[in-house]
T-cell receptor, first 112, second 112 residues
């Protein structure tokens, strides 16, 4: 199993550009989530999904969209990038909400 | 709102020492608590998961305990090694909406 994979590893965007961060898992996990990690602020939940076709907002959802058309994939879209979105983004998955979470390697995003 | 605190923020010990990392949370309505390790520039690696009905879990030199009534968990590391140097994070999965809340982590340095 590859586990949780994320692409790209690094990305630089200009303010106002849009892009999609990819996340995929091959463990048939129902629960997937996106976090951002910033110095001094820990990991904060952006969006999550409890299964295909179901998504919900986390703690910091503004400026981000998600969709879950398949069990395997959970892309995160930045609609109009802002410098405040400079961060490291992590995707995670688990069998369901009460089981162990597995994290991807992260995407380091810089918005100039 | 769930708040998770990890004390101390940083810890430096000589090799071979036994040590305890602390995690406290304000809302005891949780599904589980998970301990992670994060190396610089890397993703999160799961160490131990304790379900809310359990008191402790062990894996090798690691032992994690959970006391829901007092809102505390501890991660005990026996016979520390330089390879244990990393940031250790705890996360509680809240029964309310199934969202995870992370602490800011304890950065551990084990000196040879």
């Amino acid at each position: 199993n590859a586990g949780v994979t994320q692409t790209p590893k690094f990305q630089v965007l200009k303010t106002g550009q849009s892009m999609t961060l990819q996340c995929a898992q091959d463990m048939n996990h129902e629960y997937m989530s996106w976090y951002r990690q910033d110095p001094g602020m820990g990991l904060r939940l952006i969006h999550y999904s409890v299964g295909a076709g179901i998504t919900d907002q986390g703690e910091v959802p503004n400026g981000y969209n998600v969709s879950r058309s398949t069990t395997e994939d959970f892309p995160l879209r930045l609609l109009s990038a802002a410098p405040s979105q400079t961060s490291v983004y992590f995707c995670a998955s688990s069998r369901d909400t009460s089981y162990e979470q597995y994290f991807g390697p992260g995407t380091r995003l810089t918005v100039t | 709102k769930q708040e998770v605190t990890q004390i101390p923020a940083a810890l430096s010990v000589p090799e071979g020492e036994n040590l305890v990392l602390n995690c406290s949370f304000t809302d005891s309505a949780i599904y589980n608590l998970q301990w992670f390790r994060q190396d610089p520039g890397k993703g999160l690696t799961s160490l131990l998961l304790i379900q809310s009905s359990q008191r402790e879990q062990t894996s090798g030199r690691l032992n994690a305990s959970l006391d829901k009534s007092s809102g505390r968990s501890t991660l005990y590391i026996a016979a520390s090694q330089p390879g244990d140097s990393a940031t250790y994070l705890c996360a509680v999965l809240n029964t309310n909406a199934g969202k995870s809340t992370f602490g800011d982590g304890t950065t551990l340095t084990v000196k040879p």
